[in-house]
C-alpha cells in the first residue's frame, strides 16, 4: 500500500467502549461500509476482532543521520510517514556528534508533519492508541537535570575519541571480567566509555557530576525525557529499556539492573549521577505520554534499540531466528532465547527484547559492523562517485567483479568478529585497470565478507548454522548486495517487500502494550507477504576464495594507527 493511500477502513469507536466480554458480538460503527457488510444483518458492519485492525500505532524511529515519524495500522502497515535529515558533525578526526536538541526538534517536526498526513486521509488523534520509540544505540547525551539542557553534544555511536581511554581501561586487572556480566567487550563502542570522557574532558559536564546535577541517558532517554516535558512537569520521566540500557556496559546483562561492580570499574558514582531507570520494552505507564504538539495526551508505550526493534519487527521471535539490517553500521542479531550466550568468538551478548509481564527477557548475539550504508555515502559525498547513493549499484553493476580489489572499509576500526581498532580504511589490489565500477562493488562486497564473518562465528557459538538470514535496511534494497551475500554466505537471503522493520518493531512493543495486538500469535501474519528469497548462485570454492582473500585484507589492515609513535 502507498504509505499516504487512504486505506479502505472504517472509523471505529473507541475499543474500551465496546463490551469486551463478548468477543464474537458485532457492532455498528461509523464511516464508509466495510466490504463483507452486505453478508451481516442490517445495522451490523464489523466484530471487534476486525475492529482492531483498525486501530494505529505510531513509532518515532530515531537514527544516526534522519529521525522519522511512521503511523503503522493494525495490520502492520505503514500508512504515513515523514523523515528529516539532520546533520552529522566530525570536529576532529575519528569523533563523531549530534546536536541533542536537533535530534528532538527533528523528531517533533516529524511527528506534526506525519499527524497532518494523517488527518488529510480522514483520521483523528483518538484513533492512535500509543506510539513506541526506536533509536541509536550506545550515542550518548548528557544534560543538566535542573534546566533540562544538554551539557554537550551527542557523542556518536562510532565515534572513537576513547581509544587511548580504552587502552588504559584494558590494562586494569579486572577489564577481562566485564563481558560475563554485561555481554559487551571493552571498546570504543558502548556508552561507558563516552561518558567517561565527557566526565574527564568538559568543564561543564565534571561540574554537574561533582554537584549531582549531570543526567545521562542513550537517545531514547533523552527524547522521552523531553517529549515528556523534560523537567517542566513534577516527576520527570527519566528512563530507558533493557535493550538500550544493555548497550552502556553499565547493566547485568541476567538482573537486567545496574551493577555496582560495572559502576565501580569505571568510576561512576550512581550518588552523583542520575541514571534512567530500567523498565520493559513495552509497557502502558511507563514512559509517560506526550506533553504538547500534535500527540499531545497520547502514550508512549513502547522502547526498543532499533537492532532490537528489527528483530521484533522481523518477526523474529523464536530462538534460532536471526535478522541482518543494513543501515548505516550493519547488525546482525541472532535470538538465542530467554538465557543470554556470552559469545568466545568476537561476538556480542544483548537483550533481544523484553516484553515484560509473565514473560521472560529474551536474549541475542550480536555482530556489529560499523561500515555499511556509510561506506556508500562515503563513495558518494567524499569521493563523487555518483550523485545519489542509490545509483552505487549501478555504478558496481558496470562489472562482473572487484576486479580483484578488496576494500577493508575499517573507518572507525573493524568491529565483531575482529575487534581491531589499530586499523584504518584500506584498499587493496588496485591496477592501472581499476575503475570506479570495481572500487563501488568493492564497497557493497566489504560488507557481505564481515557478515559472513559474524554468521561463522554464530554459528561457533550456538552449535547450529543458520537456514536463513532475513534483511532489512537501506542498503538490502540493492539486488546486487543481496545475491552477492548470499553467495558469499551460502545460505538465502528473505527480504520483505515492507522494509520499515525498525520502525514496525517499536510499534509492535507499544501496541503490545496498549491492545492493538494481545500477544505474539496475533502477528504471525505481519509484513508476511511479498518477500523476496535471493538464493545462492556461486560455486562454493569461487566464494570461499573470495572469503580468504578477505581474511587476507583484514590481517594486512591491522596496525595502522600508532598513537605512540605520533605523540
Same mark, same amino acid.
Given at each position: ?6 486505506? $479502505? ?33 442490517? !445495522? ?7 475492529? +482492531? ?26 500508512? *504515513? ?42 483520521? #483523528? ?11 541509536? +544505540? ?71 557530576? &561533582? ?17 515528556? !516535558? ?71 508505550? !513502547? ?54 509481564? &509473565? ?16 561506506? *556508500? ?44 581498532? &589499530?586499523? $584504518? ?26 557478515? +559472513? ?38 545460505? #538465502?537471503? &528473505? ?73
Amino acid at each position: 500500500m502507498p504509505l499516504d493511500a487512504a486505506p $479502505k477502513r472504517a472509523i471505529v469507536p473507541a475499543l474500551d467502549d465496546l463490551d469486551t466480554d463478548e468477543s464474537s458480538k458485532r457492532v455498528k460503527t461509523s464511516g464508509a461500509a466495510s466490504h463483507f457488510e452486505e453478508h451481516l444483518p442490517q !445495522g451490523i458492519i464489523e466484530t471487534k476482532e476486525e475492529l +482492531r485492525r483498525h486501530w494505529f500505532v505510531g513509532s518515532i524511529d530515531q537514527g544516526t543521520t534522519s529521525s522519522r515519524f511512521l503511523i503503522f495500522n493494525g495490520e502492520g502497515e505503514p500508512v *504515513v510517514s515523514h523523515q528529516i535529515e539532520f546533520e552529522n558533525l566530525y570536529p576532529e578526526s575519528g569523533w563523531h556528534e549530534h546536536e541533542p536538541l536537533e535530534l528532538l526538534s527533528s523528531v517533533e517536526e516529524c511527528i506534526e508533519e506525519a499527524m497532518r498526513k494523517f488527518a488529510d486521509l480522514g483520521y #483523528p488523534k483518538a484513533h492512535i492508541r500509543s506510539i513506541g520509540i526506536t533509536n541509536q +544505540r550506545e550515542t550518548t547525551v548528557v544534560w543538566d537535570s535542573t534546566t533540562g539542557e544538554p551539557l554537550y553534544n551527542a557523542v556518536v555511536w562510532p565515534d572513537t575519541r576513547t581509544k587511548a581511554l580504552v587502552r588504559e581501561l584494558k590494562a586494569r586487572g579486572a577489564a577481562d571480567t566485564l563481558t560475563e556480566l554485561c555481554g559487551l567487550p571493552l571498546s570504543t563502542y558502548p556508552s561507558s566509555v563516552k561518558l567517561l570522557w565527557l566526565i574527564q574532558n568538559v568543564d561543564a559536564v565534571k561540574q554537574a557530576y &561533582d554537584e549531582g546535577r549531570l543526567a545521562f541517558g542513550t537517545v531514547d532517554s533523552w527524547l522521552i525525557y523531553k517529549l515528556n !516535558g523534560g523537567h517542566q512537569i513534577d516527576k520527570p520521566i527519566h528512563v530507558t529499556d533493557s535493550t538500550n540500557a544493555s548497550r552502556t556496559m553499565f547493566m547485568n546483562l541476567r538482573t537486567l539492573q545496574y551493577d555496582d561492580k560495572l559502576l565501580s570499574f569505571f568510576g561512576i558514582d550512581p550518588n552523583k549521577i542520575q541514571l534512567p531507570r530500567i523498565v520493559p520494552s513495552s509497557d502502558p505507564e511507563c514512559f509517560g505520554k506526550v506533553a504538547n504538539g500534535a500527540l499531545a495526551g497520547i502514550r508512549i508505550a !513502547g522502547c526498543l534499540g532499533d537492532q532490537s526493534s528489527a528483530l521484533v519487527g522481523q518477526g523474529g521471535f523464536s530462538p534460532g531466528q536471526a535478522k541482518n539490517t543494513y543501515g548505516t553500521g550493519c547488525f546482525l542479531l541472532y535470538n538465542v532465547g530467554t538465557e543470554p550466550v556470552i559469545s568466545k568468538y568476537g561476538l556480542l551478548a544483548t537483550v533481544a527484547y523484553d516484553f515484560g509481564g &509473565d514473560s521472560k527477557p529474551v536474549y541475542a548475539l550480536e555482530g556489529s559492523i560499523a561500515v555499511a550504508g556509510s561506506g *556508500v555515502k562515503f563513495l558518494t559525498n567524499n569521493l563523487g562517485f555518483v550523485a545519489e547513493s542509490s545509483q552505487i549499484t549501478e555504478l558496481a553493476g558496470s562489472v562482473k567483479d572487484s576486479g580483484g580489489v578488496v576494500f577493508v572499509t575499517a573507518f572507525s576500526g573493524l568491529f565483531a568478529p575482529y575487534w581491531i581498532d &589499530d586499523a $584504518k580504511g584500506t584498499l587493496f589490489g588496485i591496477t592501472q585497470h581499476t575503475s570506479k565500477g570495481h572500487i563501488a562493488r568493492a564497497t557493497l562486497e566489504a560488507t557481505c565478507f564481515q557478515t +559472513r564473518a559474524i554468521l561463522d562465528a554464530m554459528e561457533k557459538d550456538s552449535g547450529h548454522k543458520l537456514e536463513s538470514l532475513a534483511v532489512d535496511g537501506g542498503l538490502s534494497n540493492s539486488d546486487l548486495c543481496m545475491q552477492t551475500q548470499a553467495d558469499i554466505s551460502g545460505i #538465502p537471503v &528473505d527480504r520483505p517487500a515492507m522494509r520499515e522493520t525498525t520502525a514496525l518493531g517499536a510499534a509492535i512493543a507499544a501496541g503490545l502494550a496498549t491492545g492493538v495486538w494481545r500477544q505474539l500469535d496475533d502477528l504471525k501474519q505481519v509484513n508476511r507477504t511479498g518477500r523476496m528469497v535471493f538464493t545462492p548462485k556461486m560455486e562454493r570454492p569461487a566464494a570461499e576464495k573470495l572469503f580468504k582473500k578477505w581474511g587476507q585484507a583484514v590481517e594486512m589492515s591491522r596496525g595502522w594507527v600508532q598513537d605512540h609513535l605520533e605523540d
